[in-house]
T-cell receptor, first 114, second 111 residues
Framework: GAGVSQSPSNKVTEKGKDVELRCDPI?????LYWYRQRLGQGLEFLIYFQGNSAPDKSGLPSDRFSAERTGESVSTLTIQRTQQEDSAVYLC????????????FGPGTRLTVT | QKEVEQDPGPLSVPEGAIVSLNCTYSNSAFQYFMWYRQYSRKGPELLMYTYSSGNKEDGRFTAQVDKSSKYISLFIRDSQPSDSATYLCAMSPSNDYKLSFGAGTTVTVRA
């Protein structure tokens, strides 16, 4: 079946602009995660959605970052007033249920802030 | 100090060699240990997982966990050029979805 998809695959934006990244999880997966991968660093957890429960936003680095998910479908990650330190690959993953260690990752969106 | 430490390499080995990768960690609450493989410009894919201490073997891959030393390893036997990728260790406490990742080790297997 189809895996996790993300769009766009690449995004170049000017400092100060807002960007919106999209994630389509695997159908039937109730849990969805966003991670950030900076060059030479491990993946950083950003946010977690599980069904209709309140999301865990504890990993969001600042109030410029926000994310939404409608039910158990598409999620969008929005970064407002982008800064150069926001340049990274943003990865989305989904899993069948909460507490499921087996997360399936999308290919990521490579964000470059100039 | 990072919660999970992983030597970034790069590591270059000839085809057929054994690849040895490892991570150390500081959080004694970690119970689930995973290895992900990430090809260039792709998302990570789960390669192996181990719960608590011990060894696990899957084909050419062996994962080892030593909780007393807070040290995990991944061994790749009879390495192939197709094994060339970045290998990420990840771990979490039981029943917790937040994975803590190492920085990843880039491996090149030369034909």
């Amino acid at each position: 079946g189809a895996g996790v998809s993300q769009s766009p695959s690449n995004k170049v934006t000017e400092k100060g602009k807002d960007v919106e990244l999209r994630c389509d999880p695997i159908s039937g997966h109730t849990a969805l995660y966003w991670y950030r991968q900076r060059l030479g660093q491990g993946l950083e957890f950003l946010i977690y959605f599980q069904g209709n429960s309140a999301p865990d936003k504890s990993g969001l680095p600042s109030d410029r970052f926000s994310a939404e998910r409608t039910g158990e479908s598409v999620s969008t990650l929005t970064i407002q007033r982008t800064q150069q330190e926001d340049s990274a690959v943003y990865l989305c993953a989904s899993s069948e249920s909460s507490g499921d260690y087996e997360q399936y990752f999308g290919p990521g969106t490579r964000l470059t802030v100039t | 100090q990072k919660e999970v430490e992983q030597d970034p390499g790069p590591l270059s080995v000839p085809e057929g060699a054994i690849v040895s990768l490892n991570c150390t960690y500081s959080n004694s609450a970690f119970q689930y240990f995973m290895w992900y493989r990430q090809y260039s410009r792709k998302g990570p894919e789960l390669l192996m997982y181990t719960y608590s201490s011990g060894n696990k073997e899957d084909g050419r891959f062996t994962a080892q966990v030593d909780k007393s030393s807070k040290y995990i390893s991944l061994f790749i036997r009879d390495s192939q050029p197709s094994d060339s990728a970045t290998y990420l260790c990840a771990m979490s406490p039981s029943n917790d979805y937040k994975l803590s990742f190492g920085a990843g080790t880039t491996v090149t297997v030369r034909a």
